[in-house]
């Protein structure tokens, strides 16, 4: 529906979508329906996949495999839009998936300060905050005040980098391995990352918060 400037050097804001737009949305898929081009179960088929289907838990299906299989980590720092791909998970819209490791030196967060741009196909649908207007200012404006009302801290030495969506490019956080899990599977591992922490505002969760394992 909108095109980014790469700059994003824009000053209209639209967090939420005009009534007027989704009148003229309604309108177009009725148009589009009534000549045939369109079928409407497969617009709800689609609207049914992001809402029920894709969600955070192929964001953590990806950073599960990159901790335990360094060649597959090495493919997706370099080339996440096909390494994600490989796995079944494909871009709706042409958009290109970054992919930022999280290091002790560097600390990766996501916005989209003009909008809502978000990692789909990995992360489903945007959380209400992402969309909103202070979200998106103080991301950038004040990031390690935005990160400690998230409850993350991050030592004075590591740097936040923040990174801006566009319709463009996507990103994904790939956090740290909490300490204390290298000898996990990779099924266990996915338990502790959250939908959170591949956006940036905190932490994989510690080896204690994940359900014990079976014998
Ligand atoms: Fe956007």
Avoid at 42 to 51: G, T, V
Avoid at 115 to 125: E, K, M, N
Avoid at 176 to 186: C, L, S, V
Wanted: proline fraction near 7%.
């Amino acid at each position: 529906m909108h095109s980014h400037d790469g700059d994003h050097g824009h000053s209209h804001d639209h967090t939420e979508p005009p009534p007027e737009l989704e009148l003229k949305v309604k309108a177009l898929e009725s148009l589009l329906v009534e000549k045939g081009l369109v079928n409407p179960d497969a617009l709800n088929a689609i609207i049914d996949n992001y809402e029920h289907k894709v969600g955070p838990q192929n964001g953590a299906i990806v950073v599960a495999k990159a901790w335990v299989d360094a060649s597959f980590k090495e493919a997706l720092l370099a080339d996440a839009t096909a390494a994600v791909s490989e796995l079944g998970y494909f871009g709706r819209q042409g958009e290109h998936l970054r992919v930022v490791e999280n290091t002790d030196g560097t600390h990766n967060l996501v916005v989209c300060t003009l909008c809502s741009c978000y990692p789909w196909t990995v992360l489903g649908l945007p959380p209400t905050w992402y969309k909103s207007a202070p979200y998106r200012a103080r991301a950038v404006s004040e990031p390690r005040q935005v990160l400690a009302e998230f409850g993350t801290f991050l030592p004075g030495s590591t740097k936040v980098r923040v990174w801006d969506s566009t319709s463009e490019m996507r990103y994904l956080v790939l956090p740290q391995q909490p300490a204390g899990t290298q000898q996990w599977t990779e099924e266990r591992l996915r338990c502790l990352v959250t939908r959170n922490s591949m956006i940036g505002v905190e932490l994989a969760k510690p080896a204690d918060a994940a359900p014990e394992q079976d014998q």
